[in-house]
């Protein structure tokens, strides 16, 4: 399917009122497309791997390159959680990415991760490169990722190939004396710079004694069902785990109450964190049902990106690679930033 193909099936989809409910997903140099509406599922064009499938998403588009604001105390310290106060002001939009880690060792051996801090493979550290060549183009001002190294390294990995080339800085901030011997003294220095804030509460749903187990043995002892209803159910945990509810009442609080106002103040933000606290995440931007995220997957090393725009969270996809011109994931704002990098750099 070529790219041409590619929004011509979208211009049709939109013009049947469908594309405020669909999923658009690309592959790089591989397009296709999935519309999943409720109980619907389209799939258009193919794919070499089933990468990623998810919901439903709803309104228009258009996001800003904001550059973060730096504190005089703390300069590469977090942004106020200050929105928008000026009424003359347009209202802020903001790209939101968000990944799921690449794969890691515990992936490739199929066992249950949770909170256990398993690094990536050679294969995730790929993916994490891959999934930064396919966010280049894409402004970020604030880098969130969980306490666990997976999603530190893929946060890393993926902005070595940013196009903008500003410096992912790790925020110290567990005590006085840590956050003082952190500080940067060059206001030159600090404008190139993206604070990373790490957060445990975006980690991992806690699998419980279901951690360090094998997933295909499991399900022989436990049966498949028993087993998906662990893995994939909103309520029910693991032995001794969070359910999928229990983890978004952490991760879904800590993006309203940290997240949400850098958005909203048109800080454009990556999160890299975990199948499951994504899922969490993502019932909540796209209003999913508790039955509706039971059938929500998140593949490894796969950006996805937000518009957020009054308030409201629109889906564009999953980014192609930067080499693709005219991708529909660029939105006028953020085509002109891309513009500006090419500017820039030539
Ligand atoms: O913690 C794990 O084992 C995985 O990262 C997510 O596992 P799941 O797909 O079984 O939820």
Same mark, same amino acid.
Request: with cysteine; aromatic share 6%; charged share 25%.
């Given at each position: 399917?070529t790219?041409t193909?590619?929004?011509?099936a979208?211009?049709?989809l939109?013009s049947?009122?469908?594309?405020s409910?669909?999923?658009?997903?690309?592959?790089?140099g591989?397009?296709?497309?999935?519309?999943?509406?409720?109980?619907?599922?389209?799939?258009?064009?193919?794919?070499?791997r089933?990468?990623?499938c998810?919901r439903?998403?709803?309104?228009?588009?258009?996001?800003?390159?904001?550059?973060?604001?730096?504190?005089?105390?703390?300069?590469i310290?977090?942004?106020s959680?200050?929105?928008?106060?000026?009424?003359?002001?347009?209202?802020?939009?903001?790209?939101?990415?968000?990944?799921?880690?690449?794969e890691?060792?515990? %992936? !490739?051996?199929?066992?249950?991760?949770?909170c256990?801090?398993?690094?990536? /493979? *050679? @294969?995730?550290?790929?993916e994490? +490169?891959?999934?930064?060549?396919?966010?280049?183009?894409?402004?970020i001002?604030m880098?969130?990722t969980?306490?666990?190294?997976?999603?530190?390294?893929?946060?890393?990995?993926?902005?070595?190939?940013?196009?903008?080339?500003?410096?992912?800085i790790?925020?110290?901030?567990e %005590? !006085?004396?840590?956050?003082?011997?952190s500080?940067?003294?060059?206001?030159? /220095? *600090? @404008?190139?710079?993206?604070?990373? +804030?790490?957060?445990?509460?975006l980690?991992?749903?806690?699998?419980?004694e279901?951690?360090?187990?094998?997933?295909?043995?499991?399900?022989?002892?436990?049966?498949?069902?028993?087993?998906?209803?662990w893995r994939?159910?909103?309520d029910?945990?693991?032995?001794?785990?969070?359910?999928l509810?229990?983890?978004?009442?952490?991760?879904?609080a800590?993006?309203k109450e940290?997240?949400?106002p850098?958005?909203?103040?048109?800080?454009?933000?990556m999160?890299?964190a975990?199948?499951?606290?994504l899922?969490?995440?993502?019932?909540?931007?796209?209003?999913?049902?508790?039955?509706e995220?039971?059938s929500?997957e998140?593949?490894?090393?796969?950006?996805?990106?937000?518009?957020?725009?009054?308030?409201?969270?629109?889906?564009?996809g999953?980014p192609?690679?930067?080499?693709?011109?005219?991708?529909?994931?660029?939105?006028?704002?953020?085509?002109k930033?891309?513009?500006?990098l090419?500017?820039?750099?030539?």
């Amino acid at each position: 399917m070529t790219a041409t193909t590619f929004h011509q099936a979208i211009s049709t989809l939109q013009s049947h009122g469908y594309v405020s409910n669909s999923v658009l997903h690309q592959e790089c140099g591989n397009i296709s497309m999935k519309l999943i509406t409720r109980g619907v599922r389209l799939e258009i064009g193919s794919s070499q791997r089933e990468r990623h499938c998810s919901r439903k998403t709803s309104g228009s588009i258009q996001a800003s390159s904001s550059s973060y604001q730096t504190s005089e105390s703390n300069p590469i310290s977090i942004p106020s959680n200050g929105t928008n106060k000026d009424p003359s002001k347009k209202p802020s939009e903001a790209a939101l990415i968000l990944i799921r880690h690449g794969e890691s060792l515990w %992936n !490739e051996k199929n066992l249950f991760t949770g909170c256990v801090d398993v690094p990536l /493979t *050679k @294969k995730g550290v790929e993916e994490a +490169v891959e999934a930064g060549k396919r966010i280049s183009n894409i402004p970020i001002d604030m880098i969130y990722t969980s306490s666990l190294i997976r999603a530190q390294m893929t946060a890393m990995l993926a902005m070595t190939q940013h196009r903008r080339k500003k410096v992912p800085i790790v925020m110290h901030d567990e %005590n !006085e004396q840590a956050k003082a011997w952190s500080q940067i003294f060059s206001e030159e /220095t *600090k @404008k190139q710079c993206i604070p990373v +804030v790490t957060a445990w509460q975006l980690n991992e749903r806690m699998y419980g004694e279901l951690q360090g187990l094998n997933k295909q043995e499991t399900a022989d002892k436990y049966g498949k069902e028993q087993v998906h209803e662990w893995r994939r159910s909103y309520d029910i945990p693991p032995p001794n785990g969070e359910s999928l509810e229990m983890c978004a009442e952490r991760a879904v609080a800590y993006f309203k109450e940290q997240i949400e106002p850098q958005l909203q103040a048109g800080k454009n933000v990556m999160i890299a964190a975990h199948g499951n606290s994504l899922r969490s995440i993502i019932m909540y931007l796209d209003k999913l049902t508790s039955q509706e995220v039971i059938s929500l997957e998140l593949s490894t090393g796969i950006p996805m990106l937000y518009i957020v725009k009054e308030g409201k969270y629109i889906r564009r996809g999953s980014p192609a690679a930067p080499t693709e011109a005219g991708v529909y994931a660029y939105t006028k704002n953020l085509a002109k930033y891309r513009q500006k990098l090419d500017e820039m750099l030539h």
